[in-house]
Nanobody
């Protein structure tokens, strides 16, 4: 059993900052990568940023230069530092973890989501 838990969402004024955290725990043999997705009302879920082995990172164009994803391997935790927030960043943010379990199955696990609201 694997659990993925996010924290750190909230309400912020445009131009402000938030940091999201996501921790994976449970029957983990190896974390192959972690990432953040978001879904705004009426829109499809989109990849925001991800980090893989060797600290390779990818970002959606709309957040490049404003958001930074980082990881703490010892804590099985990933962070998303969000600066210069815009109203269009408002969404539910979901953490994903691509994990090899102790049973050697490989699956994507999702957190429950955390709301980020940016007021104009």
């Amino acid at each position: 059993q694997v659990q993925v838990v996010e924290s750190g969402g909230g309400l912020v004024q445009a131009g402000g900052s938030l940091r999201l955290s996501c921790a994976a725990s449970g029957s983990i043999f190896k974390i192959n990568g972690m990432g953040w997705y978001r879904q705004a009302p009426g829109k499809q879920r989109e990849l925001v940023a991800r980090i893989a082995s060797g600290d390779r990172t990818n970002y959606v164009d709309s957040v490049k230069g404003r958001f930074t994803i980082s990881g703490d391997n010892a804590k099985n935790t990933v962070y998303l530092q969000m600066n210069s927030l815009k109203p269009e960043d408002t969404a539910v943010y979901y953490c994903s973890a691509y994990i090899t379990t102790n049973s050697y199955t490989v699956e994507m696990y999702w957190g429950q989501g955390t709301q980020v609201t940016v007021a104009s």
